[in-house]
Nanobody, 117 residues
């Protein structure tokens, strides 16, 4: 199993920046992909960004060029640097870790990001 815990959300003005962190524990060396997802009120959860064990990254079109996903293998952590934030980025952000061979998809509890206009 793998567990993930997010931190770093908060309230920021439009144009500002926030950094989210995701700490993983458990079978961390088996993780194939870690990602960030978000869910705004009344909307479905959507992909924000992913990073594979090999370091390949992927971004939603709405955040490409503004957000950056990174990892710290020593600390077993992943980060989401969010810049030029917009009110439409307001959502609960979730960290996800997947182990394909075991069919595992673990979610954190989520962290609220609110961007005021």
């Amino acid at each position: 199993q793998v567990q993930v815990v997010e931190s770093g959300g908060g309230l920021v003005q439009a144009g500002g920046s926030l950094r989210l962190s995701c700490a993983a524990s458990g079978s961390i060396f088996s993780i194939d992909v870690m990602g960030w997802y978000r869910q705004a009120p009344g909307k479905q959860r959507e992909l924000v960004s992913t990073i594979t064990s090999g370091g390949s990254t992927n971004y939603a079109d709405s955040v490409r060029g503004r957000f950056a996903i990174s990892r710290d293998n020593v600390k077993n952590a992943k980060y989401l640097e969010m810049n030029s934030l917009k009110p439409e980025d307001t959502a609960v952000y979730y960290c996800n870790a997947r182990i394909f061979s075991r069919g595992i998809s673990s979610w954190g509890q989520g962290t609220q990001v609110t961007v005021s206009s």
